[in-house]
């Protein structure tokens, strides 16, 4: 895995074996203009703030570009269809090192840069959208994070949090990269039992947390997307199709209703990062002309 050590890009190696690993973690106020969230369109851990930014309406306080939808041996970069607006960098790897001149650790995405103090606010996904969802200032009523009336009632957001994390959000990734079929059966199965307690659980609410969508919900949507688009070939999981598990689809159908919540996601764009972005997984590189899928039907809705 490529990364950086002490500003310089490293094509390969182990970032685990870094002395120190920098992390960007200061957030600041939300103030109109000041702050850029750069993306990746096919990544399912950066949309979840992209759907954040969308569904509360943030776009006057927080703009948004995606990398392009290859890496080279640089990693991510920006091009002539997916440009750097801000300071027209060739890579992604240059905003880490404006940030931090010399930086290590892995140069992912999402981030979430200050236009003010011209530094790297966040790159940790959970952390960024649980940032949009707490704030005050959104042209949506909705509230992604109900107000707490207890310390518990926090915890167990985060609990939520982090079981959709490690449960349905990593379990497709550890099963596509493996090379190992014990390895992959395990992550796989695992993968399809938590559908059914997923699906189980949509079976008495019509979202993740209850009546209305929450932050837990803005987690699952992508990997549920993708599943349908890619996973399901490019990570051999097809035990089941995602249309098996009744609650989910519904919900799935309902979530990609919303204008604002569907107009987030690029399907061309994930299907070539996969697909043609990932050799050692599909050396042909030959991008599908399927799945078809229901959700790309007209209707819809204005606004969550």
């Known amino acids: 895995m490529a990364y950086m050590k002490q500003g310089q890009w490293q094509e390969s190696g182990d970032v685990s074996e870094l002395q120190q690993v920098d992390i ?20 399912p851990f950066a949309h979840r703030a992209l759907l954040a930014v969308s569904i509360l309406g943030l776009e006057d306080f927080v703009s948004v ?22 300071e027209s960098r060739n ?14 650790g892995r140069v992912s995405v999402p981030v979430l840069w200050d236009k003010k103090l011209n530094t790297i606010v966040s790159n940790d996904s959970l ?15 909705l509230d992604l994070i109900p107000p707490f009336e207890s310390q518990q009632q926090e915890s167990e957001i985060e609990e ?40 189980e659980k949509l079976s008495q609410s019509k979202y993740f947390s209850g009546a209305a969508i929450s932050i837990s919900d803005l987690l699952i949507l992508p990997t549920l997307v993708q599943l349908e688009l890619v996973y399901a070939t490019h990570f051999k999981l097809n035990a089941q199709p995602l249309s098996h598990f009744k609650y989910i689809y519904q919900y799935l159908m309902d979530l990609m209703s919303y204008k604002t919540i569907r107009s987030t996601f690029h399907i061309d764009f994930i299907k ?21 899928i229901n959700w790309q039907s007209d209707v819809e809705n204005n606004n969550v």
């Open 65 to 86: 570009s995606s990398v392009a939808p290859l890496k080279d041996i640089n990693g991510w970069e920006f091009s002539e269809e997916y440009p750097d607006p801000l």
């Open 127 to 141: 952390e960024i959208t649980l940032w949009l969802a707490k704030q005050a200032i959104a042209n949506s009523k």
């Open 91 to 104: 890579f992604l790897s240059q905003v880490y090192n404006d940030a931090k001149k010399d930086y290590s």
């Open 24 to 43: 960007f973690n200061e957030f600041y106020s939300l103030e109109k203009g000041r702050f850029h969230l750069y993306v990746s369109y096919g990544c």
């Open 160 to 199: 939520q949090c982090q079981w959709i994390n490690s449960h349905i959000n990593s379990l497709p990734f550890k099963a596509g990269f493996t090379n190992d079929q014990v390895e992959y059966t395990e992550a796989a199965t695992a993968f399809f039992n938590n559908l059914a307690v997923l699906d």
């Open 272 to 292: 070539t990062t996969y697909f043609s972005g990932q050799p050692a997984i599909n050396p042909s590189r030959i991008i599908p002309i399927g799945p078809s």
